[in-house]
């Protein structure tokens, strides 16, 4: 609920907020936002990639791609200089995607679980 608001709150604002559906249901969300910390300012315009999410049964069928395409040309139209997001370093395909969309790394995320069953419990 919190990343649906908050999507919507960008999309109101321009940002690339977008949902992708079939038969009239939501089976995608994408969330940038051009998130500003106060006073303080970035040397570059940024817009944050904070995720794309699609469905199970609708997944390895494009809509991702076409999510973030979607997106890159509303940031660009939005006048941002970069866009940042996350993702895991063991996931190859998602990597092998966000590259071929002309990103690169360039920070690590680090995790630490702070209760174990908590873990097993949410996979």
Known sequence: DALW???MDAATGGDPALV???????????????IQTGPFRARWRTCYWLGVFVVPGARHAG????LERAA???AERQGYARVLGLGSIRN??????VSA???WPTHALWERFLAPERRAATR
């Open 63 to 66: 809509i991702a791609g076409a």
């Open 72 to 74: 890159f040309a509303i």
């Open 20 to 34: 992708a559906t079939q038969d009239g249901l939501p089976i995608g969300f994408l969330l940038w936002y051009g």
């Open 5 to 7: 608001r908050l999507g």
């Open 92 to 97: 190859g395909g998602q990597n092998a995607a």
């Open 101 to 103: 969309l002309g990103m």
